[in-house]
C-alpha cells in the first residue's frame, strides 16, 4: 500500500507544477495538452492518408513503398515527443533534494523510494505512448487499405503493430532521455551536474523541436533516400529501425494482397503492370534489412532499457542532498561585467532589479527555459526551411524569405518571453516583490526590456550575422543586422507596452483558448515579416533610403518607449481569479 502511494505521488509530480497554474497543479493544461495530441494526430494521419484516398488505382506494390515514409513519420513524431515530454521532466526524472527532504525523514525504506521512482518513469513512458499512438493505429491502416482486397483479420492485425511498433519507439526516445540524463549524472556527479544540466536540457530542447518541426521534411521519400543501398544512414537512424521493425512484422499483410490491374484494354495497361512489377521487387528487396533493422530496434530499446533504470538506480544509492557547492559561483569576469552594466546601461535600482532578474529567472528556471528554447527551436526551424542557395547579384534580387528570416526569428524568440513572463519565478516571488515593491513598475519593466535585448535578441541577430554574409555579403548583411537590431526594439516595446503587471512575479493565468484566434496571428505575423522584409529590400540600394528606415525604426521604438512611461494605475496584486479552491488530496 504504501508503495503503490509513493508511485501515484511520483507520477503526480511528472505531471504537476505549481508554479503555472492558480490550482497548483497541471491537470486543466496536461488535459488540453493530451486534446490537443489527439486532434493532431487525427487530423496529421487523415492529412497524409490522403494520397491513398484519392488514388485512382492503388496498388499494394506502391502502397507498400509509400507507406514507408508515412511509417518514418509516425515513428519519427513519436520518439521526438515522448523525447520532449522526458525533457519537459528533467527534474522528475530522479529522486533530487526535494525528494529526499520530504520523503527522506519518512520511516521508509530506501529500496522501496527507488522502486516507486522507476516505476513511476516505467508506467508514465507507457502509458503516455500508447495514449499518443493510439488514434493513429486505430486510423491509418484502415485509410491505408481501404481500396485494397484487404481481409478483415490482416486489417486487424495492422493496428496493434502499428501501435507496438510506434509506441515502442516513443519508449525508445522517452529513455534514451533518462539514460542521457542519468549518464552524465554518474559520470561528472552530483556538484558539477547540477551546473550542466540545464545547459545540457537547453540543448536537447532546441534540437528536439526543431527536428520535429522538420520532420515531414526528413521523413520523405524514406525508400530512396533511407532504404538505397548506397546509403548506410538506415543503420545509425533509431527511426528507420522502427519502420524496419513494422514491416519486418507487418510488412508482408499488404505486399502478399493480390495485383488487380485493370483490363487489358485500359489505355497504358502494359506500363501500369510494369511501374507496380517494378516496385514490388524494390519494395522485396529491402526484406533482408527489414529484418535486421528490427533486430536492431529490438537489440537498441533493451539497452536503452537497461542503461536508463540501471543508472538510474545507481544514482539513487544514496539520497541527493542540496549543498552549497552546487550554487553559481561568479567570477571576477563576472562581477566586472555586472559592474559595466550597473554602470552604462542600467543606472536605477529597480531596472537593475528587473534585468538582472529577467536573466536569472531565464537561465535558471525549467519553465522560462522551455519556454525560451521552444521559441528558439521554432525560429531555427523556419530559417532552416527558408534555407536558398546562390548570391544574389543585386539587392532587387534578394529573396525576401531571406530577409523576412531574421524578423522572424525576432518575434518568435519575443513572444517567447512574453509568455515566460507569465510564469512566476517561483511561488514565493509574488508575497516577495509585494513586500519589497517600490512602486517604479515602468524602470523595473526597463530593466526587463534591455535583458530581452541584449541576452536574447542581440546575441541571435549577431548568430545570423555571418550565414547572411554568406549568402548577401557583408555589407549588406551588417545593414540587415543593424535593422534587425532596430527591429528588435521596436518588436519588444510593442510586446511589452503598457504591461500592467509585474514579470516572472505574479501567478500564472491562463489566456483561454488561443486556438481559434490562431490564424489570425500567423496571418498578422507573415504580413509584418515580409511586409518588412519588402520595405528593407526597397531600400537597401540606396544609403539615403536606408538611413531613413533606420530613422523610422529608432523613431518608432523612442516614441513607444515615451508613451510606455506615461503613468499607469497602481499595481493590482490581488487581481488573480480565486474562484477555484486548491485541492489538497488529504483522504488519500
Known sequence: MRERLLVRHFLRRLVENDLI??????????????AALTTAGLFGTAFISV????????????????AL???????????????????????????????????????????????????????????????????????????????????????????????????????????????????????????????LSSVLQAALLVG???????????????????LSPASSASRTLPPVWFVGLHEWIAGGLIDQLPRRFPA??????????????????????????????????????GVVAIVAFGLSAWNARRLPTATASMADRRGQARLALDWLVRL????????????????????????HRAALVVAGASSLAIGVLSAKNGVPTTTSEIPLTTLAVQ????????????????????????WIFRLAWSGHGRDYLLGVKLATLLAVLAPTVLILLPVHAVTLGWSVALTHAALGLTISAVVVETAFFRYAKVPFAFSYEPSGNQLGRSPIYVVVFLAVTFGLAWVERSVLGSLQGTLILFAVLCGTAF?????????????????????????????E
Request: glycine content about 6%; hydrophobic content about 50%; charged content about 15%.
Open 21 to 34: 497554474s492558480p490550482e497548483a497543479d497541471r491537470h486543466e493544461v496536461l488535459g488540453v495538452v493530451c
Open 51 to 66: 494520397k491513398y484516398q484519392f488514388s485512382p488505382l492503388q496498388l499494394p506494390g506502391w502502397t507498400s513503398l509509400a
Open 69 to 195: 515514409s508515412d511509417l518514418s513519420l509516425f515513428v519519427g513524431a513519436s520518439m521526438i515527443v515522448m523525447a520532449l515530454a522526458a525533457v519537459s521532466e528533467w527534474d522528475a526524472l530522479g529522486l533530487d533534494a526535494r525528494d529526499a527532504s520530504i520523503l527522506g525523514p519518512l520511516p521508509l525504506p530506501h529500496g522501496m523510494l527507488v522502486r516507486a521512482k522507476l516505476a513511476a518513469i516505467a508506467l508514465f513512458t507507457v502509458a503516455f505512448a500508447i495514449a499518443l499512438n493510439a488514434v493513429p493505429s486505430l486510423i491509418y491502416p484502415i485509410l491505408l487499405s481501404s481500396k485494397l482486397p484487404i481481409p478483415l483479420v490482416d486489417l486487424l492485425a495492422l493496428m496493434p503493430a502499428h501501435l507496438v511498433v510506434t509506441a515502442a519507439a516513443g519508449a525508445f526516445g522517452f529513455l534514451g532521455i533518462v539514460a542521457v540524463r542519468e549518464l552524465l549524472r554518474a559520470v561528472t556527479g552530483a556538484t558539477l551536474f547540477g551546473r
Open 208 to 226: 528536439l523541436a526543431t527536428a520535429l518541426l522538420l520532420l515531414p521534411r526528413l521523413s520523405s521519400d524514406l525508400s530512396e533516400k533511407w
Open 264 to 301: 487489358e484494354t485500359a489505355p497504358n495497361y502494359d506500363g501500369i503492370v510494369q511501374h507496380e512489377n517494378d516496385l514490388t521487387r524494390s519494395y522485396r528487396s529491402h526484406r533482408a534489412e527489414f529484418a535486421v533493422l528490427g533486430r536492431a530496434a529490438l537489440l537498441g530499446l
Open 344 to 367: 552604462v546601461l542600467v543606472r536605477r535600482p529597480s531596472a537593475q532589479g528587473g534585468f538582472f532578474f529577467t536573466l536569472q529567472t531565464l537561465g535558471r528556471s525549467a519553465p
Open 407 to 430: 524578423s522572424m526569428f525576432v518575434i518568435v524568440l519575443v513572444a517567447g518571453i512574453r509568455h515566460a513572463a507569465r510564469i512566476p519565478a517561483d511561488t514565493r516571488a509574488g
Open 559 to 587: 516614441a513607444l518607449w515615451l508613451a510606455d512611461r506615461a503613468p499607469t494605475s497602481p499595481i493590482d496584486w490581488d487581481d488573480v481569479p480565486m474562484q477555484v479552491t486548491q485541492r489538497l488530496s488529504l483522504n
